[in-house]
């Protein structure tokens, strides 16, 4: 069967991809914008050697992406994010399209991180290359045989003001 409408009007052979990646992007955003309300009013500080280990999986993820290192960065992700992309490349490639200040931000700032229930929520400030500040809030959980990975990031225009 062939598609008789004009070209332009046509699907794109990876229209499908990019709707699942933008929907699945969406549903991170929301699963963690449900963690952050709660997080305002019984957030506890993390331990400081928590808190320690938590910046260092975000660093040496940031690092990958900067180095263009996919491999490196794909397992930073929590199993439940790996397991949503085939292999690292489509991990990579949903990071660069949905999240291209995470890359190589010209500047990194972290905050200090809280935990609700187990989940530890990292806000950082992003400045990228182009000087544009960014707020992103990692969701961190502790996974029993490799400690902390990112289970996702929301990310927002910063207003520049401090996060406290």
Not at 45 to 74: C, K, M
Not at 91 to 112: D, E, I, K, L
Request: proline residues 5%.
């Amino acid at each position: 069967m062939t598609d008789d409408r004009e070209p332009h009007l046509r699907p794109s052979p990876h229209a499908h991809g990019l709707r699942r990646r933008s929907a699945l992007r969406r549903l991170l955003q929301w699963s963690l914008a449900g963690l952050l309300a709660p997080a305002a009013t019984s957030a506890a500080v993390l331990a400081e050697s928590d808190a320690r280990a938590v910046r260092a999986v975000i660093e040496a993820q940031l690092h990958a992406f900067a180095a263009d290192d996919a491999e490196r960065a794909h397992p930073y992700a929590s199993s439940t994010i790996r397991t949503q992309f085939a292999d690292a490349a489509s991990f990579m490639a949903m990071v660069r399209a949905g999240y291209p200040m995470v890359v190589r931000p010209a500047s990194v700032t972290f905050f200090q991180p809280s935990s609700v229930d187990g989940v530890v929520l990292q806000k950082v400030q992003l400045r990228d290359r182009a000087g544009r500040l960014w707020q992103a809030t990692y969701q961190l959980l502790q996974q029993a045989t490799v400690g902390w990975r990112i289970n996702g990031c929301t990310v927002m225009v910063d207003s520049g003001k401090s996060l406290t």
